[in-house]
């Protein structure tokens, strides 16, 4: 991470939360299209909720990569703690329609299951954990060299 310029370091960021946007809206719009299927009974109420569901994903999957990769690049730092920013930003983000109060506890609610998850899931002996720090693919693949 200490040898990417700025620029490459903006591309990083933009790129993983265009390409999570991408896969996030994907994903939503499937089952947004099979739930709403179901429920409406008719094409145009499944696209309508495929639609929906496909900006929620997208958006929330974006907004978390980008924050997670920023984080990341800012950091310079690859832990979990990178995964609680960008739940964070993302819990806050979806929301926040209900005013900065909802916003407030959507950052916690997410940022909570994000690191509950992140510890429950990380491997105990894992080589690639040092000092509770979850080491990139890189980061492994430097340190086996």
Avoid at 6 to 24: C, K, P, Y
Avoid at 53 to 79: C, E, F, H, M, P
């Amino acid at each position: 991470l200490q040898d990417l310029t700025v620029v490459e370091r903006f591309v990083d960021v933009a790129m993983s939360a265009t390409s999570n946007l991408l896969n996030g809206a994907v994903f939503g719009a499937f089952f947004g299209l099979i739930s709403g299927a179901w429920t409406h009974r008719s094409l145009a109420g499944a696209w309508s909720e495929a639609k929906m569901k496909g900006r929620s994903w997208g958006s929330i999957s974006g907004i978390y990569a980008g924050l997670q990769t920023a984080a990341r690049v800012i950091r310079n730092k690859d832990d979990r703690f990178n995964n609680v920013i960008g739940a964070c930003g993302s819990g806050a983000v979806f929301t926040a329609k209900g005013g900065p109060r909802a916003a407030a506890q959507g950052c916690v609610s997410f940022a909570g299951l994000s690191y509950l998850i992140d510890v429950f899931t990380a491997p105990k002996d894992a080589p690639e954990a040092v000092n509770d720090q979850v080491l990139s693919d890189e980061a492994v693949l430097r340190k086996k060299r």
